[in-house]
């Protein structure tokens, strides 16, 4: 007899082995490495809140340990919210295992997030170091880019100076207003049935006038040209069309298995100053001599690519060519002037010459030299209705006093540039897509930049963790922290008998 469906197991039947929770997770189970790996860390050396709680009053805290490998569990899984996680305790097997039956309410679990944000960026660099020890790390190239992350802030809870004025001069136009009713009804007797409703309306619009106040003088008092009502470090952030009040994240990911191995949370909506400090983050992280970066035009900044290059980091970046409006005008762009750096002179497409002059001045913070060609050169020029602007008799050309770092940047970029630019696609495009699409990660749930970066160290642990998993396997990876927790027990042991007190008779003797 055939049967229609899979067979059903009756919930009252008792079994004659009873089941321990260990054999319901099985041994390749990534839940077994979250477990393994967090129980390799020294909690009190990452500072972790409660590590040694002493305190015999009240309910005793549940142990970080345990928490970490909750949410180290949420985030791998796109459970993050505290209220989630706790149901997650109740009735998600994988789950009970980890925190072996205990329940955390949803308070303990979001205070742990906000109480351990600084331990929580530790365990993220402890992981990058446990991906080198592992030889998966490349230490001489990476990708970096960035992706805006809404925060937990509205749009309309973040005012500009602009914004403030504006809101500011509405509403003393409708205080205006109402004196000037007010003044209207005081002349005619007929009305005075009103009086008190006008002066209750007048006060609600003072007050709010003296909160504005305050917000444009705090706003005009600091360097910043945002003020945020909920969270102080989300910022409204503009780029090709995207809208949003949160955060810039910037990742550097390694080009042997695309983990990231530094990132950091901004509130900068463009990326051109990012460039040197996410890269020399990267090559601090790594220990690398020299490192290479790879990165896309939206990083383009003079300033930064010459750092990089002074701090041995070779990077690769397109630059946005400001010379199109020129080039379209069918006149000779910038890049048609060979600069002779023996003589300090550029050389035009006619074979002439163009002199410094003058002293540097600077412009957008930049110390530049001015290059000018001789007038006589060009009225006699056949070439001249290509090169000069209609109103101009000669043509001119700035250089950045250190533009020789641009050049060399500039020839590295013609000569293998497009296969860096693809190269870097293919490296760092796919992070973002993936923290936001498979781990359900798409907006922060705490708010100001200590906190952020904490949520943030979590889902980037989560990110490498899976892909360690993905590149080697639970069991290797569990062997592999099982021989750590050795190693540091063992150095732990040693460290204990070097640093043992001398007793006092032997003292004595010496
Ligand atoms: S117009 Fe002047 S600068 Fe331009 S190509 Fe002729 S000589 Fe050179």
Not at 220 to 244: H, I, V
Not at 436 to 441: A, C, L
Not at 483 to 510: M, T, V
Request: aromatic share 8%.
């Amino acid at each position: 007899m055939t049967r229609r469906y899979q067979r059903k197991h009756s919930r009252e039947q008792l079994g004659l082995f009873p089941e321990a929770l260990d054999e319901r997770i099985s041994d390749d189970n990534p839940v077994r490495a979250i477990d393994a790996y967090v129980d390799t860390l020294d909690l009190t050396s990452l500072h972790f809140t409660n590590v040694s709680s002493s305190s015999n009053r009240g309910q005793p805290p549940f142990d970080p340990a345990s928490l970490l490998k909750l949410y180290l569990y949420g985030y791998m899984n796109g459970v993050r919210s505290s209220r989630k996680l706790e149901k997650e305790c109740q009735r998600n097997l994988e789950v009970i295992w980890l925190m072996e039956k205990q329940q955390p309410g949803y308070k303990s679990i979001a205070n742990f997030r906000k109480d351990n944000a600084d331990a929580l960026v530790r365990v993220n660099r402890d992981f990058l170091l446990l991906c080198r020890s592992l030889n998966l790390v490349s230490q001489d190239l990476v990708a970096i880019d960035g992706s805006f992350f809404q925060g937990n802030a509205s749009l309309k809870s973040i005012r500009t100076h602009k914004g403030l004025q504006s809101q500011l001069r509405k509403l003393e136009e409708r205080i205006r207003q109402y004196h000037e009713s007010l003044d209207a009804e005081d002349q005619d007797e007929s009305q005075h049935s009103t009086d008190g409703e006008l002066p209750d309306k007048l006060k609600r619009l003072l007050d709010e006038k003296a909160k504005l106040d305050q917000a444009l003088k705090t706003l005009e008092s600091s360097d910043e040209r945002q003020l945020s009502d909920t969270d102080p470090d989300a910022r409204k952030l503009f780029k090709n069309g995207q809208k949003m009040a949160g955060y810039n994240v910037q990742v550097a990911v390694e080009a042997d298995r695309q983990l990231i191995v530094a990132s950091d949370v901004t509130n900068d909506a463009n990326d051109q100053q990012q460039l040197h400090a996410i890269a020399a983050q990267a090559k601090n992280a790594l220990e690398a001599d020299q490192l290479t970066v790879l990165a896309d035009a939206g990083y383009f900044e003079q300033s930064n690519i010459k750092q990089c290059q002074d701090d041995n980091i070779l990077p690769y970046v397109p630059e946005p060519n400001k010379q199109r409006a020129i080039k379209d005008a069918g006149r000779y762009g910038r890049e048609d002037f060979i600069y002779d750096s023996e003589a300090d002179r550029y050389r035009c497409p006619a074979g002439k010459f163009l002199s410094k002059t003058g002293q540097s001045h600077r412009k957008n913070n930049k110390l530049r030299d001015k290059y000018v060609s001789k007038k006589a050169d060009c009225d006699q020029c056949p070439l001249r209705q290509h090169c000069l602007a209609s109103k101009s008799r000669t043509r001119q050309i700035y250089r950045w006093v250190h533009e020789d770092s641009l050049d060399d940047h500039r020839q590295r970029m013609e000569a293998e540039g497009a296969v860096r630019m693809r190269q870097r696609a293919a490296l760092v495009e796919h992070v973002f897509g993936t923290l936001k699409t498979r781990m359900g990660w798409t907006h922060f749930l705490v708010r100001g930049f200590r906190k952020v970066r904490g949520e943030w160290s979590l889902a980037v642990v989560g990110y490498n963790l899976t892909r360690v998993l993905n590149i080697l396997g639970t069991s290797v990876f569990l062997k592999f922290c099982e021989h750590l927790k050795e190693l540091i027990l063992y150095l732990l042991f040693w460290i204990g008998r070097c640093y043992r007190p001398i007793p006092n008779d032997q003292h004595a003797s010496y």
